[in-house]
């Protein structure tokens, strides 16, 4: 198995579409580190604040601790820890990991495969967030992790279980929503090509979210980017939620997010089929940041 294939198969809790992006996020984190020193050692009592703080971000709405990746990552043949007492984790128990002073980095083999190409790298880092997240949090969580992608393709990685994107989608969903935001109504056209509209998935197609039109919706580049950070999402009778977690104090912000709770989204057109139920939900319990504001429609 090559390391491309290694990431792509990485052991994760899997249950009903839940997202456990626990060790993509380490990984992921890991390699920035790399990047900036190849000779590094990650302590836990460093790495757990920093990936506390990825995975309340960019991780599901439920709480989790950072010890779990760090620990069961080991077995997954990418990722070794050792303590004061020598090489091997203590557990996935967070006192333990403390006390013993862990350190992880990426495994020898790994490291020395990364050494001899270095375009490797990039072409882990693509896997991963390819795998894991909507392209639209690609380059926040690069930034996040230190990570400087080299443009690199992942089109070695040729698995049977590798989903192919149908290209007909961003068309298609578009087409069905008449080239409006579906929850603001932006229409912005230059000359005659759309411009700041996006076809959404709104179950990722990283978690079997299908390149469906019914799994669809056409947002404008603000509001696809609030709906993957889980700051709005869809309701009952398909009316738009915001987070109270949200905070915007501008005219500005509240006039593009806020006022927009309980508004029924704009489209599709009639004959096609809105957001299926399932996906909807999928969102609210695995992307969607807390409950949601009352309405002001």
């Not at 019914?214 to 509001?223: A, E, K, Y």
């Not at 696809?224 to 987070?243: A, Q, Y």
Request: with cysteine; charged share 25%; aromatic share 8%.
């Amino acid at each position: 198995m090559d390391w491309l294939e290694r990431v792509a198969k990485l052991r994760q809790w899997s249950r009903d579409g839940v997202r456990a992006p626990h060790k993509p996020l380490l990984l992921l984190y890991a390699l920035g580190r790399f990047q900036a020193d190849a000779e590094g050692e990650l302590s836990y009592s460093v790495v757990e604040g920093d990936l506390r703080r990825l995975l309340a971000e960019y991780g599901p709405a439920r709480e989790t601790t950072p010890a779990y990746p760090f620990h069961h990552l080991t077995n997954d043949e990418v990722w070794e820890v050792r303590t004061d007492l020598g090489p091997g984790s203590p557990g996935p128990g967070v006192l333990k990991l403390r006390e013993s002073r862990a350190a992880g980095r990426l495994a020898p083999d790994l490291r020395a495969a990364l050494r001899r190409e270095p375009s490797l790298l990039g072409r882990m880092a693509r896997v991963l967030l390819d795998l894991h997240f909507p392209p639209s949090l690609h380059q926040d969580l690069c930034d996040a992790v230190g990570l400087e992608l080299e443009l690199a393709e992942t089109d070695a990685l040729t698995t049977p279980e590798r989903r192919q994107r149908d290209r007909r989608m961003r068309e298609m969903v578009l087409t069905a929503y008449e080239y409006q935001c579906a929850f603001c109504g932006y229409d912005g056209m230059l000359g005659t090509l759309p411009v700041g509209l996006e076809a959404a998935h709104v179950r990722w197609w990283a978690f079997d979210g299908p390149d469906d039109v019914d799994n669809g919706l056409c947002l404008c580049s603000l509001h696809h980017k609030l709906f993957d950070r889980g700051v709005l999402g869809i309701g009952d009778g398909h009316r738009v939620l915001v987070s109270q977690h949200f905070v915007g104090r501008s005219p500005t912000a509240r006039d593009h997010v806020t006022a927009l709770a309980g508004r029924p989204l704009i489209g599709p057109q009639p004959g096609t089929r809105p957001v299926a139920q399932p996906h909807c939900s999928w969102h609210t319990t695995q992307v969607f940041r807390g409950a949601p504001r009352p309405s002001t429609a």
